[in-house]
């Protein structure tokens, strides 16, 4: 079964930062835009960032631009979310996902395969 596998999550005070990992298991990312989502209790599941298949577009959401950093490492087969100046609004599940075509797509329904998530919070 193809899926991705998140790590990276903890718990952090504010202000501290995490980096997120995201590896497929039974493919390469290669050819795949990766995005990041997460999901707070009881919200909606979010975009965050998503980077191409080549590592030469990126974008990010209003809340986490400045702050958050995404990159891929191809030769690794593995995607990262660097997280700095982290705020308790930040606490949420977060996702990986993988788009077939290599580039970003905006909407939940355009990625192909999802990890199980990680959880990260902010607390003091």
């Known amino acids: 079964q193809l899926q991705l596998v998140e790590s990276g999550g903890g718990l952090v005070q504010p202000g501290g930062s995490l980096r997120l990992s995201c590896a497929p298991s039974?493919?390469?990312?290669?050819?795949?835009?990766i995005g990041w989502f997460r999901q707070a209790p009881g919200k909606e599941r979010e975009g965050v960032s998503c980077?191409?298949?080549?590592?030469?577009?990126?974008n990010y959401a209003d809340s986490v631009k400045g702050r958050f950093t995404i990159s891929r490492d191809n030769a690794k087969n593995t995607v990262y979310l660097q997280m700095n100046s982290l705020k308790p609004e930040d606490t949420a599940v977060y996702y990986c996902?993988?788009?077939?075509?290599?580039?970003?797509?905006?909407?939940?329904?355009?990625?192909?395969?999802w990890g199980q998530g990680t959880q990260v919070t902010v607390s003091s």
């Open positions: 980077i191409s298949s080549s590592g030469g577009s990126t």
């Open positions: 996902a993988a788009r077939r075509g290599g580039s970003c797509g905006y909407s939940i329904l355009e990625y192909n395969y």
């Open positions: 039974g493919f390469i990312l290669d050819y795949y835009a």
